[in-house]
C-alpha cells in the first residue's frame, strides 16, 4: 500500500512568519508530486508541482529529495490567506495520485 | 470556462437506501477520477475514467459502488444499500489527459450523510 505521510498539524504562525512543511512517501517508483491547497468545506486546488530541481512561486518553494524520498513546502511572508490546509500528493504511473492526510496551517495576525 | 460540477452537492440518505452521485467535467477532459473524503482526511482515491473506459477501479471499498462514464463525459457514481460509514464529501476531478502528470481539477463534491 502507498502512503504517504505528513504532520497533521495544526501549525499556528503568526503573520509575516515563514514556515515549512515536509511530507515522506513510501513508493519509490513515484514520479510526480505536487502540493495541493484545500480551504474549509472547499475542494483542493493545485498550488503548485514539485520538480526535482525545486522550484518556486512567489513566496511557495517546493523541494523534493528522491533519495530520502520526501517533499517540502516553504511559505515565506505567510498571509492571513494562506490559512488553509495543505495536501502532499504523489503520483505513480499506473495508480494515480495519492494524497496526504494534510497539514492544517492558521497563520494569526 | 466551466469548472467540473457535481451534483447534488448534499445527500441525506437512510442506511440501506440507494443513491446516485453525478459529475460534469470539464468539457475535453479526457480523463475523469472519484475520491472519497472523510472528515480530516485526505482524499482517498477510488476509481479512474479515460474517455469511456474504467481503467482503475481498485480504490472502490466494496462492491456497493459502481461508477460509470457511459459517453466519455458526464460520470455517475452509485452506492447502493448505503452505510453509515459511506458517509464522507465525494470528490470529482479531471484532467487533460493522463493519469498523474496534469493537473486534475476537482468539482465541489456531494457531502453525502447517511443515518
Known amino acids: 500500500r502507498k502512503e504517504v505521510e505528513q504532520d497533521p498539524g495544526p501549525f499556528n504562525v503568526p503573520e509575516g512568519a515563514t514556515v515549512a512543511f515536509n511530507c515522506t512517501y513510501s513508493?519509490?517508483?513515484?514520479?510526480?508530486f505536487f502540493w495541493y491547497r484545500q480551504d474549509c468545506r472547499k475542494e483542493p486546488k493545485l498550488l503548485m508541482s514539485?520538480?526535482?530541481s525545486g522550484n518556486e512561486d512567489g513566496r511557495f518553494t517546493a523541494q523534493l529529495n528522491r533519495a530520502s524520498q520526501y517533499i517540502s513546502l516553504l511559505i515565506r511572508d505567510s498571509k492571513l490567506s494562506d490559512s488553509a490546509t495543505y495536501l502532499c500528493?504523489?503520483?505513480?504511473?499506473?495508480?494515480?495520485?495519492?494524497f496526504g492526510k494534510g497539514t492544517h496551517l492558521i497563520i494569526q495576525p | 470556462g466551466a469548472g467540473v460540477s457535481q451534483s447534488p452537492r448534499y445527500k441525506v440518505a437512510k442506511r440501506g437506501q440507494d443513491v446516485a452521485l453525478r459529475c460534469d467535467p470539464i468539457?475535453?477532459?479526457?480523463?475523469l477520477f472519484w475520491y472519497q473524503q472523510a472528515l480530516g482526511q485526505g482524499p482517498e482515491f477510488l476509481t479512474y475514467?479515460?474517455?469511456?473506459?474504467?481503467?482503475?477501479k481498485s480504490g472502490l471499498p466494496s462492491d456497493r459502488f459502481f461508477a460509470e462514464r457511459p459517453e466519455g463525459s458526464v460520470s455517475t457514481l452509485k452506492i447502493q444499500r448505503t452505510q453509515q460509514e459511506d458517509s464522507a464529501v465525494y470528490l470529482c476531478?479531471?484532467?487533460?489527459?493522463?493519469?498523474?502528470?496534469?493537473?486534475?481539477?476537482f468539482g465541489p463534491g456531494t457531502r453525502l450523510t447517511v443515518l
Open positions: 514539485v520538480y526535482s
Open positions: 475514467f479515460q474517455n469511456e473506459a474504467q481503467l482503475d
Open positions: 500528493v504523489v503520483g505513480g504511473g499506473a495508480d494515480g495520485l495519492t
Open positions: 476531478a479531471s484532467s487533460f489527459w493522463g493519469l498523474d502528470y496534469n493537473e486534475q481539477f
Open positions: 468539457s475535453g477532459h479526457v480523463s
Open positions: 513508493n519509490s517508483a513515484s514520479q510526480s
